[in-house]
C-alpha cells in the first residue's frame, strides 16, 4: 500500500513464493456506500470488530494457501485518502494495488480488470463487504474455474420464495433457484472479452456480464457469507467471526 493520501499504481509483489497451476488474481469491489446502513461512512470502513469491513475481506483473499499473485481493490477516488489512513492505523502489510471505480459495478469491475496486467488465468471478483468467505469457499470457486471457465458461489434459499404476478403472487420451487454470491471466478481472458460488450441494465453481476458468451457453473456457497448491508448484518457477522476465534 502506498504511504501517500492517494495511492498509486503499481504491480504488488506476489502474495506467496507457491505457483499455482494457473495464475490467480482478485478484484475487491468496494464502491458502496452506508445509505442502507444508516451509517455516518461507507459500509466498507464501518468497524467489525476492532477493524475496517474491507480489511477482513482483504485479509481472507491474502491467505497464502490461496496463492493469489494480485489483489485489486476498487474504490471511489474521494475514498482512497480514508483508506490509506486506516491502512497506517491497521499497519496493514498486505501487498494490493487501489484503483479507482467508475460510475456502476459494471464500470468498477472493469477498471479493476485493467490494473491486471497478466496475459492469463484465473481472476476472482468479490464484493469488498463480504467480510465472511473463507478459504474453502474461495478455493472451491478457484479450482472450478479452472474447469468451467466461469463460476459462481450460491447458496438455496431457506424460506419459501414467490412471484409477484399481475393478479397476486404464486409460489417457485426454491429446489430450482439459488442465491448467488461472490466470488465469482472467471478465465481472464473471457471475463476480459465479456468487459468489452456495452453495458446493459440487465448486468447485476460478472456472471451476468458474461453468460451470453459462457455457461456459468454454480458451486456451493456459504450461508456465513453475507453481505454487510443492513445493520442486522453487521451484528450476525461479529457473532460469526467471534465464533472462529
Not at 491467505?63 to 480514508?82: C, D, I, T, W, Y
Not at 456502476?104 to 464484493?127: Q, T
Request: net charge neutral; aromatic share 4%.
Amino acid at each position: 500500500m502506498n504511504d501517500s493520501k492517494t495511492p498509486s499504481p503499481q504491480v504488488p509483489k506476489p502474495l506467496s513464493s507457491q505457483d499455482p497451476k494457473t495464475p490467480r488474481y482478485t478484484i475487491l469491489v468496494a464502491g458502496g456506500s452506508g445509505t442502507r446502513m444508516g451509517a455516518d461512512r461507507p459500509k466498507q470502513f464501518l468497524e467489525l470488530l476492532g477493524e475496517p469491513v474491507l480489511l477482513h475481506t482483504l485479509r481472507r483473499f491474502a491467505e497464502a494457501a490461496l496463492r493469489v499473485e494480485q489483489l485489486v481493490v476498487v474504490l471511489p477516488a474521494e475514498q482512497f485518502g480514508v483508506w490509506s489512513e486506516l491502512c497506517a492505523q491497521h499497519q496493514v502489510q498486505i501487498s494490493h494495488q487501489v484503483v479507482a471505480g467508475g460510475a456502476s459495478r459494471w464500470a468498477s469491475v472493469r477498471n479493476g480488470l485493467a490494473a491486471l496486467a497478466a496475459p492469463d488465468g484465473l481472476v476472482a471478483v468479490h464484493d469488498g463487504v463480504r467480510p465472511l468467505a473463507s478459504a474453502a469457499l474461495i478455493e472451491r470457486a478457484f479450482a472450478a474455474a479452472e474447469t468451467h471457465k466461469a463460476v459462481v458461489v450460491a447458496v438455496t434459499p431457506k424460506d419459501s420464495v414467490r412471484n409477484l404476478a399481475q393478479r397476486g403472487s404464486y409460489a417457485l420451487n426454491r429446489a430450482r433457484l439459488r442465491l448467488v454470491q461472490t466470488p465469482q471466478c472467471f478465465d481472464l481472458d473471457l471475463l476480459r472479452r465479456a468487459y468489452q460488450l456495452p453495458e446493459l441494465p440487465s448486468f447485476t453481476d460478472d456472471a451476468s456480464v458474461v453468460e451470453d458468451i459462457c455457461p456459468i457453473h454454480i458451486v456451493e456457497g456459504d450461508y456465513r457469507n453475507l453481505k454487510i448491508t443492513t445493520p442486522e448484518d453487521l451484528v450476525v457477522a461479529e457473532a460469526l467471526l467471534r465464533q472462529e476465534r
